[in-house]
């Protein structure tokens, strides 16, 4: 029996796979480039590192994944007949390249480091092995979505629609990357100990993390200022003002607050009781608004309603 395209159903499969592609790139970026780097920094508490990385991977990192997966593997059946089914099956291979490489590459080395200890032998074969296994897949999957996107986006005039596409891509990476800062990151700051950390925080340089979670996390701003003026005709202006005010009180609050009372006195020393307070703090006065931001970008793209979808 052939599938009605123009459902509901069709549009929050398109949604959730964007969202799931979006986030899982924003993981394996921060993965690759922020978090396993540091690995090597850790002595004095090292055991206690690992098995806390495990622990919460499991939720962050891994879980992630498989949804991922699987929402590549319901576009099959639930994509719009216009999307070559030959991109979604190369999606989906490359969702289960990426997810055998957490479940059988990184996660059994992070397993035996918990127990043996760091071995630097073992992280450079671990960075390769995520770079070609993992960054490349999901960066071809996100290739693979937007190139879906606009087709799906095709009676929106060109100026908006690529705007619209900057934001849903930027924001659902950034809920990736933010995951990784606040459920992941803070938690194993605490674990690593006052002798080893004025080196970890010099890994990564601080205009690779600039690039890759500030600048994606703020720069929605000035593309919410040129939507009041070019976006899909079906997304209220009120919308747009949400999103900007959201992005502009976290713009204020970290500029104000956050990087000066914890991210600048944690530069200079370790101190346990204020990492303890940033993260207590981030999940009160910025994860609130970040939930909303994706909230807002998922009802921006159900209010869309593509004649391609009637078959016109």
């Not at 701003?221 to 900007?244: C, N, Q, S």
């Not at 914890?262 to 207590?280: D, E, R």
Request: charged share 10%; no cysteine; proline share 6%.
């Amino acid at each position: 029996m052939p599938v009605n395209y123009n459902t509901t159903a069709t549009k929050w499969a398109l949604l959730m796979y964007s969202i799931l592609t979006l986030r899982h790139f924003g993981i394996t970026m921060m993965l690759q480039f922020i978090v396993n780097p540091q690995f090597g920094n850790v002595h004095e508490n090292f055991l206690l590192y690992a098995k806390t990385y495990n622990d919460l991977m499991i939720w962050v990192g891994n879980v992630p994944a498989v949804l991922m997966l699987l929402s590549a593997i319901s576009m099959i059946w639930l994509a719009p007949n216009f999307f070559p089914k030959r991109a979604i099956y190369v999606s989906v291979v490359l969702g289960m390249i990426s997810l055998v490489t957490t479940l059988w590459v990184m996660m059994p080395i992070y397993n035996q480091w918990a127990i043996t200890g760091y071995n630097a032998a073992q992280n450079q074969y671990l960075l390769s092995q995520t770079l070609y296994f993992q960054i490349i897949p999901s960066a071809l999957q996100v290739v693979i979505l937007i190139s879906f996107l606009h087709t799906y986006l095709q009676d929106v005039k060109p100026a908006a629609k690529w705007i619209f596409l900057l934001v849903v891509v930027l924001n659902f990476y950034n809920m990736g990357t933010t995951s990784i800062e606040g459920s992941l990151a803070y938690p194993l700051w605490e674990t690593v100990g006052a002798k080893d950390w004025l080196t970890y925080r010099q890994t990564p340089p601080n205009l690779l993390f600039g690039i890759m979670f500030v600048f994606a996390a703020f720069s929605p701003i000035f593309l919410l200022i040129a939507m009041y003026w070019r976006r899909p005709k079906e997304i209220p202006k009120y919308l747009v003002t949400g999103y900007l005010l959201l992005v502009l009180y976290l713009f204020v609050i970290t500029l104000l607050y956050f990087v000066p009372d914890f991210q600048v006195p944690l530069n200079s020393a370790y101190l346990l009781s204020l990492i303890k307070k940033l993260g207590t703090d981030d999940l009160i006065y910025r994860a609130p608004a970040g939930l909303a931001l994706q909230v807002i970008v998922a009802w921006m793209f159900l209010k869309i309603k593509p004649s391609i979808l009637n078959g016109d």
